[in-house]
């Protein structure tokens, strides 16, 4: 059965940084494409980030404007998004889970998620 384990989640100014660490049992990462996700109460879950099991760059949401990097240690079984110049739009309860070609998510299982919160 498949796990995912995030963290690293925080209160920050904005123009700060986090870093988020999703721990994956159950598969392995190198075989699927790694994505996070981010929920805002009462909206749907969106994808911010994608790493690809292929050799193609990761993927982000267009919205992101460069501010983010999605990357992955296998020896760990880890993925990870750095969060650069956080902004007032960007507080949500972050997941990750894998990604199938439609962008909707592989397992219907979903982790606790990690809180990410931006305030002066």
């Known amino acids: 059965q498949v796990q995912f384990v995030e963290s690293g989640g925080g209160l920050v100014q904005p123009g700060g940084s986090l870093r988020l660490s999703c721990s994956v049992s159950g598969i392995n990462v190198n075989q699927y494409t790694m994505g996070w996700y981010r929920q805002v109460r009462g909206k749907e879950r969106e994808l911010v980030a994608r790493?690809?099991?292929?050799?193609?760059?990761?993927s982000y949401a267009w919205f992101l404007e460069g501010r983010f990097t999605i990357s992955r240690d296998d020896a760990k079984n880890t993925v990870y998004l750095q969060m650069d110049r956080l902004q007032p739009d960007d507080p949500a309860v972050y997941y990750c889970?894998?990604?199938?070609?439609?962008?909707?998510?592989?397992?219907?299982?979903w982790g606790q998620g990690t809180q990410v919160s931006v305030s002066s």
């Open positions: 889970n894998a990604v199938n070609t439609i962008l909707t998510p592989v397992f219907s299982s």
């Open positions: 790493f690809f099991n292929w050799d193609s760059p990761p």
